[in-house]
């Protein structure tokens, strides 16, 4: 049974940090690449940021860049997202994804809310 199961998420103030967690079960780990999305009320999915199944490639949307970073642990079987400097417009739930050629997994979600 596949599991992608986010953590690390909450309140925050403006100019603070949070990591995610995503910790994932059930698939090779190590073929997926991995991502991070985010959907805040009203607004679409956006992808935030992705990282190749061998941590060689890193994609960030233009956003966050400078600010967050995607990392993977194969040895745990988990993928985070750091995130620095968060601002109010951050605020959202945060997806964590699994995908391949033939396959795309999802996690439930964690909200992250920046206000002070």
């Known amino acids: 049974q596949v599991q992608l199961v986010e953590s690390g998420g909450g309140l925050v103030q403006p100019g603070g940090s949070l990591r995610l967690s995503c910790a994932a079960s059930?698939?090779?780990?190590?073929?997926?690449?991995m991502s991070w999305y985010r959907q805040a009320p009203g607004k679409e999915r956006e992808l935030v940021a992705a990282?190749?199944?061998?941590?060689?490639?890193?994609n960030y949307a233009d956003s966050v860049k400078g600010r967050f970073t995607i990392s993977r642990d194969t040895a745990k079987n988990t993928v985070y997202l750091q995130m620095n400097s968060l601002k109010p417009e951050d605020t959202a739930v945060y997806y964590c994804?699994?995908?391949?050629?033939?396959?795309?997994?999802w996690g439930q979600g964690t909200q992250v809310t920046v206000s002070s």
């Open positions: 994804n699994a995908g391949s050629s033939r396959r795309s997994y």
């Open positions: 059930g698939f090779t780990f190590s073929t997926y690449a």
């Open positions: 990282i190749t199944n061998d941590g060689s490639y890193l």
